[in-house]
């Protein structure tokens, strides 16, 4: 996994103690985000995060198809893939649910992240970096 990020770095942790009970021992590497983004560096078991953003259909494929990792570490036909996706064809929820069953990807865990705070505000969205965006964020008007 990509250094600096703490989340992982507990995840690897487990990983690592359940192995060895096992008798099976984890070599953990934490690298810098652009050898974990190219996936230059050879390894089994690749930890990552992702944020999606609304609508799913754009978000999923396009940050997924866009991670030259995933494309290497992935054996499928990703030009054919963009193309069924750009032209509207793919099945979405089909494509993703083949990687989970092929075991190419392993979801571990979904964090679902809400803002504490004054209930009224709409319209606030997550950006692909995990951020919440306030820039189209407002505050509905009091009950009457």
């Known amino acids: 996994f990509y250094q600096d ?11 690592q103690q359940i192995l060895a009970s096992h008798q099976v021992t984890l070599e953990i590497k934490e690298i810098d985000y652009d050898q974990w983004h190219t996936g230059e560096i050879e390894s ?20 997924l198809c866009e991670v030259p990792l995933l494309q290497h570490c992935i054996p499928i036909d990703w030009q054919a893939d963009a193309a069924r996706w750009r032209n509207g064809e793919m099945n979405l929820a089909n494509w993703c649910q083949q990687l989970v069953a092929s075991k190419a990807m392993v979801p571990l865990l979904h964090h679902w992240l809400i803002i504490q705070g004054q209930r009224s505000m709409r319209g606030l969205r997550m950006n692909t970096l995990g951020w919440f965006d306030f820039k189209s964020a407002w505050f509905a008007p009091p009950d009457p």
């Open 44 to 63: 089994d078991i690749w930890l990552n995060s992702a944020n999606f953003i609304l609508p799913l259909d754009f978000s999923v494929f396009a940050h």
């Open 5 to 15: 990020h703490s989340e992982h770095r507990v995840i690897a942790g487990i990983m």
